[in-house]
């Protein structure tokens, strides 16, 4: 980490520490303005990537909503992001979890981990 | 009216998030302090300036004759010198300019020299159009005639060719100060800034 990235990390208004990991279901808790208003919208579907470092991190989760795969990018720093909760966590073997992306059904299933290792 | 303008060097970039929580892409330039060196007036020089030192550098590096005007002044060597406007005129030699002074400014123009691209051609030096890829075209990304016939009998002076691109003076106008930190002599801006790290950039007011 070099002195920008620090920097970068330090100027956003946020300091969400990244507590789920790639594999894990998550409710992503979204700030969305509609004209004055503001209001906040759940999104929930699978961790597939997290990229990049630190004020530029940003994490991807895709869901199948009607048959349809929707992939969205949420920068972690964001604060449009009121919070993301864990909803399950998986046994998954590697780092990018694309392949899903090919899968339908079953086969596009993530097997739950139920005792998670301590770190 | 004298515009204000400071000596930096380019960090490098990041991003931040405005107040609707938006990513601004920003560049960290690390904006003086600066030491006036030398006050040149009107009646003196034809002209007023301020010529000004940035970052340190060993006495054995520096100079001889520069280095010893700082030490006639008793300023520790600087690295990099250069001419702005005199904006203030109660600053003289020996007093310090920090990035503070462009708390309140709204935009700054950044003048830098841009990264060195090499032997380029016409397409990417002068974004020439080119000729068509296919169905037969022998013309593809050559630059084509490069002038008339008996009239004017030669190639007139400037014609675009290819040649070295970059390494040249540029100027950004207008960029956004996003946020000005004095303790650190650190001054984002919005965008992207022509050099390469730790290039030497001019900031000044526009």
Known sequence: MNVVEELG?????????????????????YKIIE????????????????NNKCAGKTFTVRRVSFDVGVERVFPLQSPRIAKVEVVRKSKIRRSKLYFLRERKGKSAKLKERR????K | ???????????????????????????????????????????????????????????????????????????????????????????????VIDCSVLEGIENVNIVSTSKGKGFAGSIKRHGFGGG?????????????????????????????????????RVTVKNLKVVKVIKDKNLVLVSGSVPGRKDSIVLVCES
């Open chain 1, 9 to 29: 990390l330090e100027l956003s208004e946020v300091k969400r520490e990244l507590d789920f990991e790639v594999g894990d279901t998550v409710r992503v808790h």
């Open chain 1, 35 to 50: 004209g004055t208003r503001e209001r906040i919208q759940i999104y929930e579907g699978a961790v597939i990537a997290i």
């Open chain 1, 115 to 118: 005792h998670i290792s301590k």
């Open chain 2, 1 to 95: 009216m004298m515009k204000k303008a400071l000596v930096g060097k380019k960090i490098s970039m990041t991003q931040v998030y405005d107040e609707n929580g938006v990513v601004v892409p920003v560049t960290v330039i690390e904006l003086g302090p600066n030491v006036v060196l030398q006050k040149k007036t009107v009646e003196k020089d034809g002209y007023s300036a301020l010529k000004v030192g940035f970052g340190s550098i060993k006495e054995k590096n520096c100079p001889g004759p520069i280095l010893k005007d700082f030490k006639k002044k008793s300023i520790d060597p600087k690295r990099t010198l250069r001419e702005i406007d005199a904006f203030d005129d109660s600053l003289d030699v020996g007093s």
């Open chain 2, 132 to 168: 068509r890829a296919t169905h037969g075209s022998h013309f593809h990304r050559a630059p084509g005639s490069i002038g008339a016939c008996a009239f004017p009998g030669e190639v007139w002076k400037g014609q675009k060719m290819p040649g070295r691109k970059g390494s040249d």
